[in-house]
Structures are given as structure tokens and as C-alpha cells.
């Protein structure tokens, strides 16, 4: 019987495939991606495939059922077991396997999993997905014939990785480490002890309930526990991972929370000295202050689309040796391989921090003070969504406004910007405003308001959300 298989609408992303278990995303779902997968991989001349899964309850599951797809592609499958992201991308490199795939429901709720792809150490996205859907629905896959699978552990050969780039010297920092009960813990705790310093790691047992908060390190809320240790703990600085530890959360030793653009800036000015007029990306949803700042530390700043695949095409195009976005993911192509990674970016924090004559909360205090709100994310159906956002790009167009409409709508006024844009990997709209003072800041949200209700939606709760970075 020839193989047809039929995806839910919704799973198929602009950067990964994603679901709801039970739902939207099931082991058949697993089985039939492999199946296309390795059928993709089988005609571009490949033959091999690394797998790894996170720490969800349906991880190994789906894990079982995609690589019996790959197999019955004839791929041979190193399955490198429960591990962070990055350390499959990492797989990918280290065995020379023509693709990979990871098993992740990111920091999405517990009930969801779903798949990131790479094909030749790039990623696999946009009308590749797609395309493995088409695959799927029409039957187009290589002819059955039995693979094989085998255990391969890549840990160590990861970890001493990172810690060979580890480039502190010997002064002691004193850090807590939170992998948030994701697949990073036990990484993380293998890797600290190889690094010099007091080291403090809460949260570490992977469990895929994530019982003691959820694992976005982006949210203040999400937080407190290692906010909380490193004041009692008199830390240099904490470090946060989400459940598959590619993207990456930080606070200083005050306890303030560093975003993800502040972040870059620490991380930019030190690459850039190796690396003079360097590109460094930065995605739309970016503070203003971290393009200044990257061309005052002699970069080259460029804005770009949200999400991590986008963000690595645009890196191998540029050759930027650095990148970044609000949501912490941290790109090196400096020393490293170009893919996000948390606990990579993590070690060379450490280092920066480790070599410096200031705290990293001096670093972040002297940076140029905006009055801004956080990432507003709010629900919109996935099927309401862009049309939302193409309804704003209209009307903007029609005021005369100035927009840059690399990723949604960044609408620039006297005051500052303000920014609507489309999810990729959820049913949300995302909103962020930044304004030199507060009075301008309330004028961009009443026009985010005022643009939503056009399209009749009821604006985000601003209440209680201002931030100043």
C-alpha cells in the first residue's frame, strides 16, 4: 500500500512543525515527516540522519515513531538520545550526518511538541516544510527500504566543545544556572563542573511537567526562583535556559533581568573587537539602543525577521559573525557553528563577565535609558493573524506613516517606534513600543489601540507592562 498522509492545517510552521499531542500532532504525524524527511535527504544523495528528543512526556514517543519514518526511507539514524537542542545541531556537525531533526516543544506548554529541522547543517524551513507536507499528502516518497538505527552519546564531545571556548581565565564568578526542568539540565550540570567558579544549578532534573515554573526565560515571572538565589547566594549573575536550552534568559548580580537586545549589546561589543565593522542581526522587535550602540562599538548593525531560521540564513548570507533576538536566541558564528544555543552563549557570557573590570549590571545600568514595554504577545486566531497585520500595513500606508515592514509593521514617529507583527509558532499577535519618554510611550500604545480596534480586536493590557531598558 502506498504511503498518503495528510498534516492538521495548523502544525505545518513557518520554521518548525508544532502541535498540540493528541490533537493537532500524533506519532503518525512523527512517522510521516520522517518517511518525507528522509525521502528529502535520500535524493539530495544523503544517507544519514541525527535524532535527538527533549525532556516532554510525548518526546519519545515521537522520537520512536520519526525515526521508523527514516529508517523506512533508508537513512542510517544516530540517535543521540534526550538532549538540549543545541546539542543536536551540534550531532549534526560532530557525526557529518546529512540532516537532523530534534524533537521539541520548545517553551511551548507541556501538551505540545513538535520538530526542528537541519539539511546540510542549514536550516530546514519555509517552503522546505511545506514541501514535506506536499510529500506527505501526495505519496511522493522514496521507494521503502529498511535503515538503521544506532545509540550515539555526543555529550562530551559538546561539553568539552563549549568549554574550550571558555575564555575567563581563572577568575572565579559565582553563578546560578536555572535549565528550568528542560532538556538542558543535565548538560548543564556536567558542564559546570569543567568551568572554574562556584556554581549553582536549581531546576536541573529534566521532567516535562516543568513543576516549578514555565520554561520561557524571557518572562519575569519565570524568574523569580533565580532571582531569588543569586541575591542570596551574592551571584555574580544568573543564567536561564527554555525547555530545549536554544534560547537563553539572564540577570544580573542586582537581580535585574537583562532582555535579549541588552544581552547582545554585552555580547556584540566583545566580538566586534575581533571582528571591526562585523554585521551583527538583531530582529525587528530589538530596542533602538542596540543598533546605536552595535555602530558605536564599530558593527554594523542589521535588522531582520523574527525567528531562528530566518536569522541563520541571514547570518551564512552576511557572514555575520554574531546575532541575536528578544526572545533569546543567541546566534555565535564566531568560534562556533553559527546555530542557537543557550548554554554556549552562556560560557561565553561567563567570559566576557569573568574578564571585565564592571559587573554586568554596571554594563547593563549604562546603557542608554528608554522607556519601553515588554514583548505584548495576545491571542489571535492562526487563521486572523497576518490578515490582521496586512490590514495595519494598509491603513499605515494610507496615513503617510514611516514603516519599516521587514517583519509586520516597525512604525517610526517623533516619539519612537512601535511594532505589530504575526507569530510564526503560536496563535498570537506580538505588539512592542519604545519612546524616550513616558508621555510618547502612552501616544504609541494609543496607537497600537487605536489600530487594533480598526480590525477588531480589543488592544493588548498594557497595565502595569512599561519597562525601562
Keep these: 500500500m502506498s504511503f498518503k498522509y495528510e498534516f492538521h492545517p495548523t502544525s505545518l510552521r513557518e520554521y518548525d512543525i508544532r502541535g498540540v499531542i493528541g490533537k493537532t500532532l500524533s506519532e503518525h504525524d512523527a512517522f510521516a515527516i520522517g518517511r518525507a524527511f528522509g525521502s528529502i535527504v535520500s535524493r539530495q544523495g544523503g544517507k544519514t540522519v541525527a535524532v535527538g528528543y527533549d525532556g516532554r512526556l510525548s518526546s519519545p514517543m515521537l522520537e520512536a515513531a520519526l525515526v521508523e519514518g527514516l529508517k523506512q526511507s533508508g537513512m542510517k539514524v544516530f540517535r543521540i538520545g534526550c538532549c538540549p537542542t543545541p546539542q543536536l545541531y551540534f550531532a549534526a556537525y560532530h557525526l557529518k550526518a546529512d540532516g537532523g531533526i530534534m524533537v521539541t ?6 501538551d505540545y511538541n513538535g520538530f526542528k529541522m537541519v539539511l546540510g547543517n542549514k536550516p530546514f524551513f519555509g517552503p522546505q516544510i511545506q514541501q514535506i507536507g506536499t510529500m506527505a499528502a501526495t505519496g511522493d516518497v522514496v521507494a521503502k527500504t529498511e535503515g538503521s538505527d544506532e545509540a550515539v552519546d555526543v555529550s562530551e564531545a559538546y561539553i568539552d566543545r563549549m568549554v574550550q571556548d571558555y575564555d575567563g581565565g581563572t577568575r572565579e564568578l559565582t553563578v546560578v544556572w536555572d535549565p528550568g526542568n528542560g532538556s538542558g539540565g543535565a548538560i548543564t550540570e556536567r558542564l559546570v563542573k569543567k568551568l572554574p567558579g562556584k556554581h549553582i544549578v536549581i531546576n ?165 535609558v528608554v522607556i519601553n514595554t515588554p514583548e505584548l504577545r495576545f491571542n489571535c486566531d492562526d487563521t486572523r493573524k497576518f ?53 510618547g510611550l502612552e501616544r504609541l500604545k494609543a496607537d497600537i489601540a487605536r489600530q487594533l480596534e480598526a480590525s477588531g480586536l480589543e488592544a493588548p493590557d498594557f497595565s502595569g507592562e512599561n519597562a525601562g531598558h
Design 387 to 439: 490578515g490582521v497585520v496586512s490590514e495595519v500595513k494598509e491603513r499605515l500606508a494610507a496615513e503617510g506613516a514611516k514603516v519599516q515592514d521587514v517583519d509586520g509593521v516597525r512604525v517610526l514617529t517623533e516619539d519612537g517606534w512601535w511594532l505589530l507583527r504575526a507569530s510564526n509558532t503560536q496563535a498570537v499577535l506580538v505588539a512592542r513600543a519604545e519612546a524616550k519618554s513616558e508621555e
Design 105 to 110: 516543544g520548545s517553551h511551548n506548554p507541556p
Design 204 to 368: 536541573s532534573e529534566i521532567d516535562g511537567t516543568f513543576p516549578n515554573h514555565h520554561p520561557d526565560p524571557t518572562v519575569l515571572k519565570n524568574l523569580e526562583q533565580i532571582i531569588a538565589r543569586v541575591k542570596a547566594e551574592g551571584a555574580d549573575l544568573g543564567i536561564a535556559f527554555d525547555g530545549d536550552a536554544d534560547r537563553i534568559g539572564v540577570v544580573d548580580g542586582e537581580g535585574n533581568m537583562l532582555f535579549g537586545d541588552q544581552l547582545l549589546v554585552v555580547l556584540a561589543r566583545d566580538v566586534l573587537k575581533s571582528f571591526p565593522k562585523g554585521t551583527i542581526i538583531a530582529d525587528v522587535k530589538a530596542s533602538q539602543v542596540l543598533f546605536d550602540e552595535v555602530a558605536k562599538a564599530n558593527g554594523t548593525p542589521l535588522m531582520w525577521k523574527t525567528g531562528h531560521s530566518l536569522i541563520k540564513a541571514k547570518m551564512a548570507e552576511t557572514k555575520a559573525p554574531l546575532s541575536g533576538e528578544m526572545s533569546g536566541h543567541i546566534f555565535f558564528a564566531d568560534k562556533w557553528y553559527g546555530f542557537d544555543d543557550g548554554i554556549y552563549s552562556g560560557v561565553r557570557l561567563l567570559g566576557i563577565v569573568a574578564r571585565s573590570k564592571e559587573s554586568l549590571g554596571q554594563m547593563r545600568a549604562a546603557l542608554p
